[in-house]
Every structure is written in structure tokens, then in C-alpha cells.
């Protein structure tokens, strides 16, 4: 049986063992291969070089002259201006790029990597959501220019001077001496008040005077104090108007127009509020405010009419108990504690003991 089994087995060849110079050699017609290959493709890398040196220079020169225009025309932010300059400059290098491997490997379609970045895209677009917005919406800050560097802002709860705006936040130095760096996103969605936006700004705030006092008196006693003070404008020059007749006096708006800057705004409207109070009072002229009258009931020397006010009310009295009745209770209350604690604790010793043997007999059955 081992005889037949091993006539009908094919004949083993040994081969020889794979040595050094077998591996050199392989490695050897590896090398000349490729070197065959790149002498092959000399020609397609050479002009492969040429085209993509081309659009490198071409993206910088595109790159110098967008600068150069934003500088000129002063029309675009220069961070922007940055900003698309370099945005240009890299597709036009990333042009070139394709263009070169397609010179270089015939083979080569850019419309399936174009495909793929589509959908890698959207990926990207949903991981970076926030990240995204903020960078297109720094752009339309810098290209509408709803304000610059310098302006004096209100967004949302801060207010201060405007810093810096990159591509990701508006950095603003607050009138505290506190910094504050606001996502573009929330900035380009929210309603924003630049102070210094026009170089003149209005302030207007309410004096009251008394019903008897003179409204034209005290219209010239408030014109003669914005004419003394500097930082009100003259033009467009202070207004003094009747704007309500309220319960207890006549209320003059008075407004008056100065230099747009917040540190300047306050200082003038100091000095006017202060120089008003002082001339009025001068002038003899009240200026009334609320104030609260006490009438105290039955006091002597008072002329006055009886105020109607509620008795006071009783005190509730316990009655009172003697010694006996108090004894009484005590001990009735002591005999039902402890009647009906000994009755609780035997209540709760039997069911004790009625789990207790069931949990036995379960334990014995099973």
C-alpha cells in the first residue's frame, strides 16, 4: 500500500535557498526599472516642473496685486483684503498642482478628487459647523464694514472699543479695562449700536419744576448754562422742551448735541446736569420729588383731623388651670403614652416572629 501510494506521488524538486545576492539582485532590477521609468517620464516631469513654477508665480503675482488695490483704493479692510489674497493664491497653486499631475500621468482625473473632496466636504461642513460660521461671517463683517477698528460698540451686554477683527472673533476693550472676544457669528446675527459712528452724538435727559415756577425762566436759566459749557455743540445748538405734565411737576426734556467719543459724552453731561441743579437753585426755582407725609394718631398739640385706624386686636388667653387639673392631665397623657407604646411594640414582635418562621419554612422546604 505505501509502495502504490508512493509511485503515484509526483516528485519533489528542491529548490535552491534564496541567498544575499539573489536579494541584491532583485533589488538591483528594481532600481533599473524605475530608473528606466523616470528616464521613460523625464520629458512629462520636466514639463510637469514648467507648469506648476508657472501658476506658483502666477498665484503670487495675483496675491501682490490685490494687496496693492486694497491698499490704493482703501475701499476693502486690509484684512480682508489679506484674506483674499491668500484664498486666490492658494486655489491658483492648487490649479497648477492638478495640472501637473495630469501632465505628468496621463492617467490621472482630477474630476474623481474633486468628487471625493464634495463629499468629504459636507463631512467637514457639519464636524466644524460653528467654526465655519464664525470664518464666513468674520468675512461679511470685514467686507460690509458695519464698523471698524476704533469704533465704540454695544453688542448684546458689552460695550467698549473695538480692537481687532479676525476671521474668527471682534475683540473689544471694555470702558472697565476688560477684554472681550465675541464670536463673528453672534457679532454679524446681533443688533449693534456703534457710538461713534457719526461724529456727533445727542444726549437728552428730564428736569421737573414746580407747577408756580416759570417755564420760560427756567428755559433761559437752562440755556444760559449749555451756552457756558464747552463741550456742547453749537451746531446743531440745545433744545429745552415741555414733554409732560406730571403729578407733581412740569417736566422739561432738554437735549444737547456733543462729540460722539463715550469718555467725552460723560464728562459733558456732568458738567451740564451739575450746572443746571445749581442755576435752578439759584433761581429760586423748585424742583419737586416724591415725598411722604406721616400723620401720627392722638398726639398732643395736634390740630389735625382723627385718622381712622383698627383696634388692636385681643390677645387670646389660655385658661388658666390649678394644680390638680394640671396633675390630671399629665398623668392621663403619661397612661395612654404608655398603654399605646407596650401595645405598638407587641403588635410589632408579633409580626416579627410570624416572619421569621415563614422565612424558616422556607428555607427548609426548599
Not at 506648476?52 to 488695490?69: D, H, R
Not at 505628468?104 to 471625493?116: R, T, V
Not at 407596650?342 to 422556607?362: H, Q, T
Request: neutral net charge.
Amino acid at each position: 500500500m505505501l509502495l502504490a501510494w508512493s509511485f503515484f506521488q509526483p516528485p519533489r524538486v528542491s529548490e535552491p535557498p534564496f541567498t544575499v545576492n539573489d536579494a541584491l539582485i532583485l533589488f538591483w532590477h528594481t532600481v533599473r526599472d524605475f530608473m528606466k521609468g523616470i528616464v521613460e517620464r523625464l520629458p512629462y516631469l520636466i514639463v510637469g516642473a514648467v507648469v506648476f513654477l508657472l501658476f506658483w508665480l502666477l498665484g503670487k503675482g495675483v496675491k501682490k496685486v490685490i494687496n496693492k488695490v486694497a491698499v490704493q483704493s482703501h475701499s476693502i479692510d486690509d484684512t480682508l483684503a489679506s484674506l483674499v489674497s491668500r484664498i486666490a493664491s492658494t486655489l491658483i497653486t492648487i490649479i497648477g498642482f492638478l495640472a501637473t499631475c495630469v501632465v505628468i500621468f496621463p492617467s490621472f482625473k482630477p474630476g474623481d478628487i474633486i468628487a471625493g473632496l464634495g463629499v468629504t466636504s459636507v463631512a467637514i461642513g457639519f464636524a466644524f459647523k460653528d467654526i465655519l460660521q464664525n470664518f464666513f461671517a468674520g468675512i461679511l463683517i470685514l467686507w460690509r464694514r458695519p464698523f471698524k477698528v476704533g469704533d465704540q460698540v454695544k453688542v448684546k451686554d458689552y460695550e467698549g472699543t473695538v480692537e481687532e477683527i479676525n476671521m474668527r472673533s471682534t475683540r473689544l476693550k471694555t470702558y472697565d479695562g476688560e477684554r472681550a472676544i465675541l464670536p463673528n457669528g453672534d457679532v454679524y446675527t446681533s443688533s449693534i449700536l456703534v457710538r461713534t459712528a457719526y461724529p456727533k452724538r445727542r444726549i437728552k435727559f428730564v428736569v421737573g419744576i414746580g407747577y408756580p415756577d416759570s417755564i420760560e425762566e427756567a428755559r433761559s436759566v437752562i440755556h444760559g448754562v449749555l451756552d457756558g459749557i464747552e463741550g456742547v455743540l453749537k451746531d446743531p445748538g440745545p433744545w429745552v422742551y415741555v414733554t409732560e405734565l406730571a403729578g407733581s411737576s412740569v417736566n422739561l426734556t432738554v437735549f444737547f448735541w456733543v462729540e460722539s467719543q463715550q469718555a467725552n459724552a460723560l464728562k459733558v453731561s456732568d458738567q451740564v446736569v451739575t450746572g443746571i441743579k445749581l442755576a435752578l437753585d439759584k433761581a429760586s426755582i423748585d424742583m419737586p420729588f416724591p415725598h411722604t407725609v406721616v400723620l401720627l394718631e392722638n398726639q398732643p398739640g395736634s390740630d389735625g383731623p382723627a385718622i381712622l385706624s383698627r383696634p388692636p386686636a385681643k390677645a387670646k388667653t389660655s385658661p388658666s388651670l390649678n394644680g390638680q387639673e394640671h396633675m390630671t392631665d399629665v398623668a392621663a397623657t403619661l397612661h395612654d403614652w404608655v398603654f399605646k407604646g407596650w401595645e405598638s411594640i407587641g403588635r410589632a414582635l408579633f409580626v416579627g416572629v410570624l416572619a421569621y418562621a415563614g422565612l424558616l419554612f422556607f428555607l427548609r422546604s426548599s
